[in-house]
């Protein structure tokens, strides 16, 4: 990877860090504002919920508007517009003006993920790929650790501090793109035919999910969904069982993030190169299966610590690895490709915290059996599915992009 492409990637990388920062920085405040405005559980669960909800839509809607006019336009329109509902965050009185702010954050943010998975795949070979999309995963895996620890902290100012700074950093990130990223997709690379589909192409994306890709999205989808079933109540989880404080939860997110960072950051590129994607993906769905269970089993803090770490590490590996693979094998043009991805990753995280919420309620072991499950069932459809992508590489990588 030349100089170029490194300085590229690394402000793809901050981008992705200042949005994930922002979204760690929302997480634990909002708790606080709904006690504020006398709302409960069930507003705090729209809340969360809507912000997955515009991803989902309108992912692949900017996915397939960047094929039109290139990755940089749509980049800088999802970085301005959330620094923008940062700000409405930190100036909203009334609960109405919560849920504004978040739903627009979630239909502007959803421009960026993709669009920078796109600009990844128009500039990296299939080779260096799966190490691009893993050291993006580690910058908003970092954006994930630190949002908290810094929310937490500048909250102790006033709620709406930290919405503020995390605004301030959206517009240095947009000041970079504007200044230093080039346009990965030249007006020659735009084909006529991505220029004359409609901007929602209904019939392609339910093509898409028939089409090669569409094994992958489904391991998105599983991937994502197990996680968040654990993810969403993990607090929850150590309060209630182990009577833990908001210093032992934040340790264990902070191992959660951390040991996520490093293993896309440093080992899902040299994996990759050395076994393939679809082995990556076979071998982490079964240990993600198995550690979730051990996590469970986990009666004292070290060991709670070492299982989720082993659990975090068998995620950090699939992601990265299931993105890759989407990518070389795309069927449809990279930004409507990458839309999609993203489309069912805020599926699952629709899924995965509304499910897992459901069950603790049930038994605290709920969570982690569905969980497990989940990961279980990504395995054996990688089995037989992986192997059916793989077969299709010289049909897929002749398609146009």
């Known amino acids: 990877m030349g100089a170029s492409n490194r300085k590229n990637l690394f402000i793809l ?4 860090f200042v949005v994930m920062l922002g979204f760690g920085v929302v997480m634990p405040i909002i708790p606080f504002y709904m006690e504020y405005f006398g709302a409960g559980g069930t507003e705090l669960g729209l809340l969360v919920a809507s912000y ?7 992912g692949p809607i900017w996915g397939s508007l960047s094929d039109r006019v290139g990755r940089k336009p749509i980049l800088m329109i999802g970085v301005l517009g959330y620094g923008i509902t940062m700000v409405g965050f ?10 504004l702010a978040r739903i627009l954050a979630g239909v502007l943010s959803s421009a960026t993920a993709p669009t920078t998975m796109a600009y990844i795949g128009d500039s990296t070979s299939e080779e260096d790929r799966g190490g691009g999309m893993g050291l993006l995963g580690a910058a908003g895996g ?8 810094v929310g937490g902290l500048l909250a102790e100012r006033s709620l709406s501090f930290p ?5 301030g950093m959206s517009f240095i990130a947009l000041f970079l793109i504007v200044l230093l990223l080039p346009e990965s997709l030249p007006q020659s690379a735009r084909s006529p035919r991505a220029a004359d589909q409609p901007i929602v192409d209904l019939r392609a994306w339910w093509k898409a999910l028939f089409s090669p890709i569409g094994s ?3 391991l998105t989808f599983l991937v994502t969904g197990g996680l968040m079933i654990f993810y969403g109540i ?31 950051g440093l080992l899902v590129g040299p994996l990759t190169k050395r076994f393939g994607d679809p082995v990556v993906i076979k071998v982490g769905f079964l240990l993600s299966a198995v550690s979730l269970l051990t996590v469970m089993l986990a009666d004292q803090y070290v060991l709670l610590l070492v299982t989720i770490a082993f659990f975090s590490l068998a995620n950090a590996l699939l992601i990265p690895s299931i993105t890759s693979l989407t990518s070389k094998r795309a069927t449809l043009s990279q930004g409507v490709t990458m839309g999609l991805s993203n489309s069912f ?7 995965g915290p509304l499910w897992g919420g459901l069950v603790f309620d049930m038994h605290w072991g709920l969570p982690f059996v569905s969980g497990s499950l989940v990961m279980v069932a990504g395995f054996f459809v990688s089995l037989r599915l992986v192997k059916k992508t793989q077969n299709t590489q010289p049909d897929a990588q002749s398609a146009p992009s």
């Open 13 to 16: 990388a901050f981008t992705l």
């Open 52 to 58: 997955a909800v515009m991803r989902l839509i309108f």
């Open 90 to 99: 930190g100036l909203a009185t009334q609960l109405w003006m919560m849920f």
């Open 142 to 149: 970092l954006g994930a650790i630190f949002g908290p620890a």
């Open 163 to 167: 919405f503020f700074v995390a605004a």
């Open 216 to 218: 992958l999205l489904v």
């Open 234 to 264: 993990l607090g929850l989880y150590a309060l209630e069982r182990f009577g833990y404080g908001t210093s032992e939860v934040g340790v264990i997110f902070t191992v959660l993030g951390l040991v996520s960072a490093i293993g896309q």
């Open 345 to 351: 990753i805020s599926l699952g995280r629709i899924f």
